[in-house]
């Protein structure tokens, strides 16, 4: 990024690029957004602060919500703080306790932006609550602390011991109602907020090329950009609705490259040019809808330089310039393999936010990141500009959140929304899935128990004899039944033999629940099949049943 950007606002009010026509279509160029509304013109006072271009453009409020004058107050809140404060602000640090003390302590100490709540922070939802209150009341600011959490849904769900799990994000991309995904994560963000949580690093906007993905899958809601952008937008309204802030991720799109960025630095070997076709069309559209926030990954795009995006000023001139974002920019958490193998933490927290990052995710030791970052500016290393730049989107993201209204979630929402995305295929849709005795022949232990359970529940006779069930892990193992239910990823399914195929996206309970709700006839699967297919003997329900 420009340096005269770089310690700007950086209020670029085009919107994103907004994809048309089929999936692999190119996607036209930016377009005034919606959302902007004209006003009169800028006061000079934040026109000077506005790169060249943009300072004449007539608004009043930025496309995901808050006006110019809340960010025009959050700028001054920012550059009111002593040094220190500030470089804490732009920290979000990884808690895997639920001790009071230890997070009230750790913020206090480095005036850190907020936590991330990970494996062993949130047991119960007493327990989370009490750590947002505590936390909540840690400092005199006028702006939340962030209480944030990684819950995804299916295989990353940190409050899963405190608020019903989510199938994974492929049944939200299976379903063919995106009504249902919208109501879906308002119902779940309504949860994480009267719990406290106002953060959520979700969903993910990440186009999966299959098997070949290591890390996403079925964590994506698909590989077609197009219909992976229409559920990514409808998880974001949801999300808002619920009063949580949702963060899209991982910017330029991890879906599409072979290397886990937990464990080593992945490079993407797609032009822009093609990446805007693609991966990042869900970007780019969530953009243009409102989205507040965007999480930046470990990839190397060459185009852009050749160190990980998180640390290169052109990834985040792209967002900026041109898609037209106007949020905060958060990085992927700078304790994975793709940024310890090449810094320490001070280093990583410098040259992010130096790179255009405005919060700096679970540095290996936030303390000594904070350090680092004060040093920089006391050296020039970065300029004070900058960091109150990114201070100040922290600030104002906050602030917007503490506005948002909380949903009150519906009883069941995650069964009906596992049902909603879950896929059947079968040669009669129409006909009973199930004979009034059934055997479970294979799976997991705890799922077939589980399945057995709501089974039994609902009148059918459990045992040795009638239809046969199997439960496979993923659709890469085979097993030979009446009725093949894969509980993770889908690819492989129709390598079993089967007279019906049923994919879950996940074996969380609600999940279960709602796949024994399909099987008894109790529930209609409102999904279809959001990847590609391979060896398919029959089409999916819920598209040939109209």
């Known amino acids: 990024m420009r340096a005269a950007a770089a310690g700007a606002v950086a209020v670029l009010l085009l919107a994103a690029c907004t994809a048309s026509g089929e999936d692999d279509e190119p996607t036209?160029?930016?377009?005034?957004?919606?959302?902007?509304?004209?006003?009169?013109?800028?006061?000079?006072?934040?026109?000077?602060?506005?790169?060249?271009?943009?300072?004449?453009?007539?608004?009043?409020?930025?496309?995901?919500?808050?006006?110019?004058?809340?960010?025009?107050?959050?700028?001054a809140t920012a550059r009111s703080l002593p040094l220190a404060h500030a470089a804490g602000q732009?920290?979000?640090?990884?808690?895997?306790t639920p001790d009071v003390e230890v997070a009230v302590d750790r913020v206090r100490r480095h005036h850190l932006g907020g936590v991330i709540l990970m494996d062993g922070a949130a047991p119960s939802a007493d327990a989370v609550s009490a750590l947002a209150a505590a936390l909540d009341d840690v400092d005199d600011r006028s702006w939340p602390v962030w209480i944030s959490a990684d819950e995804e849904g299916g295989l990353v769900s940190r409050l899963s011991a405190a608020v019903p799990s989510l199938a994974s994000f492929m049944a939200a991309g299976a379903a063919t109602d995106k009504g249902a995904v919208t109501s879906a994560y308002r119902a779940s963000a309504g949860d994480m907020r009267a719990l406290g949580v106002n953060v959520d690093y979700a969903p993910v906007a990440d186009v999966t090329?299959?098997?070949?993905?290591?890390?996403?899958?079925?964590?994506?809601?698909?590989?077609r950009p197009k219909a992976v952008a229409r559920t990514v937008t409808a998880a974001v309204e949801g999300f808002v609705a619920g009063g949580l802030v949702p963060v899209i991720k991982h910017f330029p799109g991890h879906g599409s490259v072979t290397v886990d960025s937990h464990v080593g630095l992945p490079v993407q070997d797609r032009s822009v040019e093609r990446l805007a076709r693609a991966d990042l069309v869900p970007f780019a559209e969530a953009i243009d809808?409102?989205?507040?926030?965007?999480?930046?990954?470990?990839?190397?795009?060459?185009?852009?330089?050749?160190?990980?995006?998180?640390?290169?000023?052109?990834?985040?001139?792209?967002?900026?310039?041109?898609?037209?974002?106007t949020g905060a920019i958060i990085t992927d958490a700078l304790n994975m393999g793709a940024v310890t193998g090449s810094r320490d933490s001070g280093q990583a927290a410098v040259d992010a936010l130096a790179a255009g990052a405005d919060v700096l995710l679970m540095p290996r030791n936030a303390g000594d990141a904070a350090?680092?970052?004060?040093?920089?500016?006391?050296?020039?290393?970065?300029?004070?500009?900058?960091?109150?730049?990114?201070?100040?989107?922290?600030?104002?993201?906050?602030?917007?959140?503490?506005?948002?209204?909380?949903?009150?979630?519906?009883?069941?929402?995650?069964?009906?929304?596992?049902?909603?995305?879950?896929?059947v295929a079968t040669e009669d849709c129409d006909a009973p899935l199930l004979g009034r005795k059934v055997s479970i022949v294979s799976g997991p232990d705890d799922a077939r128990a589980a399945l057995a359970t709501r089974l039994e529940d609902a009148g059918v006779e459990v045992g040795d004899a009638g239809t046969t069930i199997a439960l496979v892990a993923s659709g890469r193992m085979h097993a030979t039944a009446d009725v093949v239910v894969s509980l993770g990823a889908p690819w492989g399914i129709f390598?079993?033999?089967?007279?019906?195929?049923?994919?879950t996206y996940g074996s969380s309970r609600p999940t279960i629940a709602a796949l024994a709700d399909v099987?008894?006839?109790?529930?209609?699967?409102?999904?279809?099949?959001?990847?590609?297919?391979?060896?398919?003997?029959?089409?999916?329900?819920?598209?040939?049943?109209?």
């Open 495 to 503: 390598a079993s033999d089967a007279e019906t195929y049923i994919a």
């Open 28 to 75: 036209p160029g930016p377009s005034p957004s919606p959302s902007v509304t004209a006003a009169a013109p800028l006061p000079a006072a934040t026109a000077s602060a506005l790169p060249a271009p943009i300072a004449t453009v007539d608004v009043e409020r930025l496309a995901w919500g808050p006006t110019l004058a809340q960010w025009d107050e959050a700028l």
């Open 519 to 546: 099987l008894t006839g109790a529930a209609e699967a409102g999904g279809d099949w959001p990847v590609t297919m391979s060896a398919a003997p029959f089409a999916a329900c819920a598209v040939s049943s109209g």
């Open 209 to 223: 090329i299959g098997t070949a993905d290591p890390i996403i899958r079925t964590r994506s809601a698909g590989d």
């Open 90 to 96: 732009v920290i979000v640090t990884d808690l895997y």
């Open 371 to 423: 350090e680092a970052i004060v040093e920089a500016v006391r050296t020039g290393r970065v300029t004070r500009d900058r960091l109150d730049e990114a201070a100040a989107r922290s600030i104002l993201l906050m602030r917007w959140s503490a506005g948002l209204d909380t949903a009150v979630p519906a009883q069941g929402y995650a069964r009906a929304f596992a049902a909603a995305g879950m896929t």
């Open 289 to 325: 809808a409102g989205a507040p926030a965007v999480m930046m990954g470990h990839i190397v795009v060459p185009e852009w330089g050749e160190e990980a995006a998180t640390f290169e000023p052109r990834a985040y001139g792209y967002l900026r310039d041109e898609l037209g974002f």
